[in-house]
Each structure stands twice: as structure tokens, then as C-alpha cells.
T-cell receptor, first 112, second 115 residues
Framework: DQQVKQNSPSLSVQEGRISILNCDYT??????FLWYKKYPAEGPTFLIS?????DKNEDGRFTVFLNKSAKHLSLHIVPSQPGDSAVYFC???????????FGTGTSLTVIP | NAGVMQNPRHLVRRRGQEARLRCSPM?????VYWYRQLPEEGLKFMVY????????ESGMPKERFSAEFPKEGPSILRIQQVVRGDSAAYFC?????????????FGDGTRLSIL
């Protein structure tokens, strides 16, 4: 039962352009959504999060947008840099934080 | 380095043996989560523990798997009588408090290979 889905396994973007990573979820009870970045042979590292009561959160080059009616969120990276090349995971949780549900990841390649 | 420490980084076991995976959370963190990542898949929640207590183990297989987080020492994920399907990367994460908005700090994982 995949409650969080990332339907694009991979994405390639030119350096300097915008990267848009998408995530869909099925459980309308989720309260928080988080994005993690993962390099090979390392653990995920937290990037940015958003509460379900907001529709946008921005941190530097990273912006997350939430569309609750569509149960969809996206991560925008602009401008994209080669160091952004990694696998990006979307995650969701209820307010309690007992469980976090992760998507299958999108592998981003930023081409110099 | 005060990050989440997992050991061993790589573990090879033969079918039927036991595997023990260790996780030392970040200093000051009393909440520990274990995840499993199968090849080509995302991270799947297994269990959430606080010191000496299992809070949520709904993601753990019913048999052969167990976890603990003792008062002293690291959290341990134990897999008994391993099978080929247990081959995966196992990640531990910790956080200082509980809550859905609390980012988790991950270790670099243990890659378990079953021969």
C-alpha cells in the first residue's frame, strides 16, 4: 500500500534551469510533508518541509508547493546546480510522527 | 562526528544465520526509527522506539525481526534465520522530539547481503 508516490524515477535538467520534482499522496490525514536528498552510499538528509495548513514554503533555492485538493506536492530547485544531483525522497506524516511514509524517490541529474 | 552512527556498514550472512544491526542516535536524541530499503524501492518504515519502549512496530515483519533501544547503548535491529529476501539497506534515523514536523537525522545505513 504505497501512500506516497513519486511517479518519475528520474529527471535530467541543465545547470541553471529549474528542477521540478513531483509527489502524490493518498491519505488526506497527513499533516506534514518533507523532502529528503540522498547521495549514493549515504543516508537521506532533510531538505525542506511543509505543513498541511500551508501551500508554499521557501528556503533559498528550494521551494515546496502543496496542493491539498489534488493531494500533490512538488519541490522546485532553482537554479539547479550539479551538486544537486542526487535521489530525492518525498515523505509524509501525521501530526504524531509515529510513522513517516516515503516515496520511491526521483533521481535528479543536473547536467553542467 | 555527532551524527547517527550505524554499524556495520556492510554485513554478509548466510541463510539461517542471525543479523544484528546497531544504531547510535545523535546525542540528545531519544527517538529512533528503523527503515528498510529494498533495491529500486523507497524507504519502508519498520519500527519506532523510544528509550526502553517500542512505540510503533506496525512495519515490522511478524516473524524473525525484533528491535530494542535499551537505556544504555545503541538501538539494535535483530533478524533471526535470515533469508535471501532480507537483503536490503537498513537505515536508522533519530530525532530529539516526536512530531510529524520533526526532520529525522539518518545514518548511512547497513547493507545486508544474504548468501
Amino acid at each position: 500500500d504505497q501512500q506516497v508516490k513519486q511517479n518519475s524515477p528520474s529527471l535530467s535538467v541543465q545547470e541553471g534551469r529549474i528542477s521540478i520534482l513531483n509527489c502524490d499522496y493518498t491519505n488526506s490525514m497527513f499533516d506534514y510533508f518533507l523532502w529528503y536528498k540522498k547521495y549514493p552510499a549515504e543516508g537521506p538528509t532533510f531538505l525542506i518541509s511543509i505543513s498541511s495548513i500551508k501551500d508554499k514554503n521557501e528556503d533559498g533555492r528550494f521551494t515546496v508547493f502543496l496542493n491539498k485538493s489534488a493531494k500533490h506536492l512538488s519541490l522546485h530547485i532553482v537554479p539547479s546546480q550539479p551538486g544537486d544531483s542526487a535521489v530525492y525522497f518525498c515523505a509524509a506524516s501525521s501530526n504524531t510522527g509515529n510513522q513517516f511514509y516515503f516515496g520511491t524517490g526521483t533521481s535528479l541529474t543536473v547536467i553542467p | 562526528n555527532a551524527g547517527v552512527m550505524q554499524n556495520p556498514r556492510h554485513l554478509v550472512r548466510r541463510r539461517g544465520q542471525e543479523a544484528r544491526l546497531r544504531c547510535s542516535p545523535m546525542k540528545g536524541h531519544s527517538h529512533v526509527y528503523w527503515y528498510r530499503q529494498l533495491p529500486e524501492e523507497g524507504l519502508k518504515f519498520m519500527v519506532y522506539l523510544q528509550k526502553e519502549n517500542i512505540i510503533d512496530e506496525s512495519g515490522m515483519p511478524k516473524e524473525r525481526f525484533s528491535a530494542e533501544f535499551p537505556k544504555e547503548g545503541p538501538s539494535i535491529l535483530r533478524i533471526q534465520q535470515v533469508v535471501r529476501g532480507d537483503s536490503a539497506a537498513y537505515f536508522c534515523a533519530s530525532s530529539p522530539t516526536i512530531g510529524g514536523n520533526q526532520p529525522q537525522h539518518f545514518g548511512d545505513g547497513t547493507r545486508l547481503s544474504i548468501l
